[in-house]
């Protein structure tokens, strides 16, 4: 099958068994780390092996390339011409197996994100990962929510008696 995969494809495949990192993920781990957060890389006791681990935040984020996990409706995304059924196998079998992890993950807690190569271009990287700074903060903050158990003011009919009694208790300065 090598023969027939174009140099970027092949690159992406060597980069794999090598698990070196690719590019568009040193594109996500340079940002977050320039702006301060800090993460793992391919942490293994984390189900799917996420590219980047943030316990922190509890959040696991996949960088995808467009071509291998399939990105629905992206310009990068064309299947090749030749070998088309074992191509079509090959990245629905990618497509079926993010979904089982990302849905581990979301079952044990993490929050998960996806990020798409093509969201990575210059043009577009700022924007995305300003969006993810956001998920991060929203999701930690989400976690470190103090419990307050609701008051339910409509149903306590003594609410306004207990709140004369405390007004007279108090001795004034
Ligand atoms: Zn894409």
Redesign the pocket.
């Known amino acids: 099958m090598t023969d027939k995969m174009t140099p970027a494809q092949r690159h992406y495949c060597m980069s794999r068994i090598h698990g070196k990192a690719t590019k568009p993920e040193l594109k996500v781990r340079q940002w977050l780390w320039r702006h301060g957060y800090r993460y793992r890389l391919n942490v293994k006791s984390v189900p799917g092996k996420p590219d980047i681990v943030m316990r922190k935040y509890r959040t696991a984020i996949f960088v995808n390339g ?1 071509f291998w996990h399939g ?1 629905e409706g ?4 064309k299947m090749p011409q030749t070998n088309v059924s074992f191509w079509e196998h090959k990245i629905s079998r990618n497509r079926e197996r993010d979904q089982q992890n990302y849905q581990v993950l979301h079952d044990n807690g993490w929050q998960v994100i996806v990020v ?4 990575l271009v210059p043009k577009r990287i700022e924007e995305t990962m300003l969006r993810i700074e956001l998920l991060l903060n929203e999701h930690f903050l989400a976690l470190h929510q103090p419990k307050v158990v609701p008051y339910d003011f409509e149903k306590d009919t003594g609410f306004s008696m207990a709140a004369e009694e405390i007004t007279y208790s108090r001795k004034l300065p």
């Open positions: 467009c990105h992206c310009d990068k995304f798409w190569e093509c969201q």
